[in-house]
């Protein structure tokens, strides 16, 4: 009897692996996004929802949104030609990011979007000369509070030089709009948006003497997704942010730019098991998706952020790993102390919830591994939600 070398045996056992399961997969169920956005808007209403492209930009996500009444933000032009694609209104976009390039400037003014976010003299003089007449909407510091992704300090100014940029503004002809925050990623404390309105309400009295009155206030975005614990109950931001709307000085309309909160909790990230090893008495699991090509918030977090995980095999008995990436770099590491079947072995399969914000959008091809698929589904049968929109 001839026998097959050991070599064809692996080749043969990954193609079968490969045909029944390529992964890495991203799976968003637009269901779900749905009911987060429905559920965004009960609890705020009278709010305009920009929801943050940028956070998940595929056309199927921005178009049952767009189809549920959505507004959207951009932080470049780029973005707004994915919206334009699917019929976006231009009129519509907030074009929050503080500094852009005059080009992208140049573009989005030409296809109609009138609302600009600055926090510099520089960018006043980019817009007037880019996006004459165009609304202005100063970006305001909201540092205090922590939250869970740190994302915040790049932007924003104090609420006097707030009040200087849009006069400033004025001059040079653009139209003082309104005054924009963001209180940071995945933020925990609802209490987060108290500090920030009070600050706003100064802004819009200081203004209002030198004959000035606005008409927005972004409240941007921050609001949290649930992982593996579970978060504040959405009511508590709303009255919060409800409380600090009512006592500014005077009615302004409000915005703001969620992105986690929809999307995050609709994606499962599926991953195969390409190798196991047992490391100073620690179990390590290696997975075809790492931080570097879908789950960079891992490193962003220090591994802190934990998303919700299981596996294929579901064995009654457990053990704990270390769940980290396919490439050679030791810091694609995803998360430490992970709760999975015991027997867990070379081609199994790895589910990681909560993954439908920022994962393709920061993936790369480092070290060659591939970015995940992204496949769109809807109706839930049975338990499980089947594809009924192509990818």
């Given at each position: 009897?001839?026998?097959?070398?050991?070599?064809?045996?692996?080749?043969?056992?990954?193609?079968?692996?490969?045909?029944?399961?390529?992964?890495?997969?991203?799976?968003?169920?637009?269901?779900?996004?749905?009911?987060?956005?429905?559920?965004?808007?009960?609890a705020?209403?009278?709010?305009?929802?920009?929801?943050?492209?940028?956070?998940?930009?595929?056309?199927?996500?921005?178009?049952?949104?767009?189809?549920?009444?959505?507004?959207?933000?951009?932080?470049?032009?780029?973005?707004?030609?994915?919206?334009?694609?699917?019929?976006v209104?231009?009129?519509?976009?907030?074009?929050?990011?503080?500094?852009?390039?005059?080009?992208?400037?140049?573009?989005?003014?030409?296809?109609?979007?009138?609302?600009?976010?600055?926090?510099?003299?520089?960018?006043?003089?980019?817009?007037?000369?880019?996006?004459?007449?165009?609304?202005?909407?100063?970006?305001?510091?909201?540092?205090?509070?922590?939250?869970?992704?740190?994302?915040?300090?790049?932007?924003?100014?104090?609420a006097?030089?707030?009040?200087?940029?849009?006069?400033?503004?004025?001059?040079?002809?653009?139209?003082?709009?309104?005054?924009?925050?963001?209180?940071?990623?995945?933020?925990?404390?609802?209490?987060?948006?108290?500090?920030p309105?009070?600050?706003?309400?100064?802004?819009?009295?200081?203004?209002?003497?030198?004959?000035?009155?606005?008409?927005?206030?972004?409240?941007?975005?921050?609001?949290?997704?649930?992982?593996?614990?579970?978060?504040?109950p959405?009511?508590?931001?709303?009255?919060?942010?409800?409380?600090?709307?009512?006592?500014?000085?005077?009615?302004?309309?409000?915005?703001?730019?969620?992105?986690?909160a929809?999307?995050?909790?609709?994606?499962?990230?599926?991953?195969?098991?390409?190798?196991?090893?047992?490391?100073?008495?620690?179990r390590?699991?290696?997975?075809?998706?790492?931080?570097?090509?879908?789950?960079?918030e891992?490193?962003?977090t220090?591994?802190?952020?934990?998303?919700?995980?299981?596996?294929?095999?579901?064995?009654?008995?457990?053990?704990?790993?270390?769940?980290?990436?396919?490439?050679?770099?030791?810091?694609?590491?995803?998360?430490?102390?992970?709760?999975?079947?015991?027997?867990?072995?070379t081609?199994?399969?790895?589910?990681?919830?909560?993954?439908?914000?920022?994962?393709?959008?920061?993936?790369?091809?480092?070290?060659?591994?591939?970015?995940?698929?992204?496949?769109?589904?809807?109706?839930?049968?049975?338990?499980?939600?089947?594809?009924?929109?192509?990818?």
């Amino acid at each position: 009897m001839v026998q097959t070398p050991l070599t064809t045996v692996g080749k043969r056992t990954e193609d079968r692996v490969a045909r029944l399961h390529h992964t890495p997969e991203l799976v968003i169920d637009l269901d779900q996004v749905g009911d987060a956005y429905a559920e965004m808007t009960a609890a705020l209403p009278g709010i305009t929802v920009h929801y943050a492209t940028k956070c998940n930009p595929n056309p199927q996500v921005l178009g049952r949104l767009m189809g549920l009444g959505s507004s959207f933000e951009i932080a470049s032009a780029v973005e707004l030609e994915t919206l334009l694609e699917i019929g976006v209104e231009p009129a519509e976009v907030l074009y929050s990011n503080p500094v852009k390039p005059v080009s992208h400037i140049a573009r989005a003014y030409a296809e109609g979007v009138r609302m600009f976010a600055f926090d510099s003299l520089d960018e006043v003089k980019k817009l007037a000369d880019a996006a004459p007449g165009t609304s202005a909407i100063v970006r305001l510091a909201a540092h205090d509070a922590p939250s869970a992704v740190p994302s915040e300090g790049k932007f924003g100014v104090d609420a006097r030089a707030a009040v200087e940029l849009l006069l400033l503004a004025r001059e040079y002809g653009l139209d003082p709009y309104g005054v924009a925050f963001h209180v940071g990623s995945q933020m925990l404390d609802p209490k987060a948006w108290q500090a920030p309105l009070a600050v706003v309400g100064r802004i819009l009295d200081e203004l209002d003497e030198h004959g000035v009155r606005l008409r927005l206030v972004d409240l941007g975005g921050g609001f949290p997704a649930r992982y593996a614990t579970p978060v504040p109950p959405l009511a508590e931001y709303a009255s919060v942010i409800h409380a600090g709307l009512a006592a500014l000085p005077y009615q302004v309309d409000a915005a703001i730019e969620p992105g986690r909160a929809i999307v995050a909790a609709a994606g499962t990230l599926t991953a195969t098991v390409i190798g196991t090893a047992l490391r100073g008495g620690k179990r390590w699991i290696h997975l075809d998706v790492g931080a570097f090509n879908g789950l960079m918030e891992s490193l962003e977090t220090g591994n802190e952020l934990r998303f919700p995980v299981r596996d294929s095999r579901e064995s009654a008995a457990r053990d704990r790993y270390h769940l980290t990436g396919p490439t050679c770099d030791s810091q694609d590491t995803i998360m430490f102390d992970v709760e999975l079947s015991a027997d867990l072995a070379t081609g199994d399969l790895v589910y990681i919830g909560s993954t439908g914000a920022y994962t393709t959008v920061y993936a790369s091809t480092f070290n060659g591994f591939e970015i995940p698929a992204v496949r769109c589904v809807a109706k839930a049968v049975q338990g499980y939600r089947r594809s009924v929109v192509a990818a």
